[in-house]
């Protein structure tokens, strides 16, 4: 089946510095990714949505300078976390939708996600 | 717009006894609904999907959900459960369209006892 190699699976940054999260999908090509963030003991909040070429569409309120999305290639999309603080302490799941796929055929993949911590 | 509600945040249940977990969904058009589940610190495991044609619908692990129009629902369910069991179930609701985005709800947190 399908899978989603999220990369690192945990990190810890000092505050003012920046991480990347990578999102890779290995055996299909995927023309959008999905960013989530999710607080402990609550649900996955969307970020962004990726398409591959083109600029992230933001959700209202995610910084879009603060987190930064790449996704160069059909198989890879970046989380960057700028200038991280304590606040950004958080899960960040990315999650893969098969190119081509829709109507019937619905193929959402998740990341095994990234805990990052900001000290 | 579409909507997710899981009433329970929490079910405690015994190994083997029968449990379901409830979602009721808002939406304004036709949907696909999903359920998945969260082991600690790890990504989203699709358990089961409803995109259309029978109603009740069988997943992994021997999980079965069934899809009420009527009452907007999608309530899962497990006639037998094991420890392993114990986990964070999201049901998630998007448009019927090719590409319309995933919507969560809160979440419910299965413990299984002995």
């Known amino acids: 089946g399908a899978v989603v190699s999220q990369h690192p699976s945990w990190v810890i940054c000092k505050s003012g510095t920046s991480v990347k999260i990578e999102c890779r999908s290995l055996d299909f090509q995927a023309t959008t990714m999905f960013w989530y963030r999710q607080f402990p003991k609550q649900s996955l909040m969307l970020m962004a949505t990726?398409?591959?070429?083109?600029?992230?569409?933001?959700e209202q309120g995610v910084e879009k300078d603060k987190f930064l999305i790449n996704h160069a290639s059909l198989t890879l999309s970046t989380l960057t976390v700028t200038s991280a603080h304590p606040e950004d302490s958080s899960f960040y799941i990315c999650?893969?939708?098969?190119?081509?796929?829709?109507?019937?055929?619905?193929?959402?993949?998740f990341g095994s996600g990234t805990r990052l911590t900001v000290v | 717009a579409q909507s997710v509600t899981q009433l329970d945040s929490q079910v405690p249940v015994f190994e083997e006894a029968p449990v379901e977990l409830r979602c009721n969904y808002s939406s304004s058009v036709s949907v696909y609904l999903f359920w998945y589940v969260q082991y600690p610190n790890q990504g989203l495991q699709l358990l089961l999907k409803y995109l259309s044609g029978s109603t009740l619908v069988k997943g992994i692990n021997g999980f079965e959900a069934e899809f009420n129009k009527s009452q907007t629902s999608f309530h899962l369910r497990k006639p037998s459960v094991h420890i392993s069991d114990t986990a964070e179930y999201f049901c998630?609701?998007?448009?019927?369209?090719?590409?319309?985005?995933?919507?969560f709800g809160k979440g419910t947190m299965l413990l299984v006892s002995p």
């Open positions: 999650s893969a939708r098969e190119s081509g796929t829709g109507g019937g055929n619905y193929g959402y993949t």
């Open positions: 990726s398409n591959e070429g083109s600029k992230a569409t933001y």
């Open positions: 998630a609701v998007s448009q019927n369209s090719g590409y319309s985005t995933l919507t």
